[in-house]
């Protein structure tokens, strides 16, 4: 076995990854809100 060396990986996959699904989070969130937003003026 070779031994490890702490932050020897490349993440960059993972970073990428991971700002994808936070900007996917962040859309979905805003139009979820404006759904909301809608549906409340458009029942009033």
């Known amino acids: 076995m070779a031994e490890h ?3 020897s990986m490349s993440v960059k996959t ?3 990854t991971f700002a994808g699904f936070v900007r ?3 859309w979905g969130v ?3 809100f404006a759904i909301l937003i809608f549906l409340a003026l458009a029942n009033s």
């Open 5 to 7: 060396k702490h932050g």
């Open 30 to 32: 805003g139009i979820i």
């Open 14 to 16: 993972q970073e990428k």
């Open 24 to 26: 996917m989070v962040t």
